[in-house]
């Protein structure tokens, strides 16, 4: 219990320190956006390996990470609705053609 709370005040000192300095944070040389740093594929690491977040950093992380697991299950849902209702309108369509004939 006081790692997370050690991890929370180092980080508030450190945002105090750098408010003080005027200190800006900037995207690194050669970072991507799209490529997760060293701490967010650590964080990755021990979601998936079912172990709890040690610091707020790991909290947000694993929420991005379920969002995105939710957001895709919600999209694959849609799609399977939508493939049901085409195939059905399908059928429909091929049965009221051999009816007519």
């Known amino acids: ?57 790991e909290k947000d992380t694993y929420l991005a990470i379920e969002n995105d697991v939710a957001a895709g299950m919600n999209r694959l849902a849609r799609h399977g609705k939508q493939a049901t209702a085409m195939e059905a309108a399908m059928t429909r369509e091929a049965e009221s053609k051999e009816a007519g004939q």
């Open 1 to 57: 219990m006081t790692a997370p709370i050690a991890d929370r005040a180092a980080g508030m000192l450190q945002g105090a320190a750098d408010a003080a300095t005027g200190a800006k944070h900037r995207v690194r040389a050669g970072h991507s956006e799209l490529e997760p740093d060293g701490r967010e594929q650590a964080a990755r690491a021990r979601w998936q390996a079912g172990l709890p977040a040690r610091n707020q950093f």
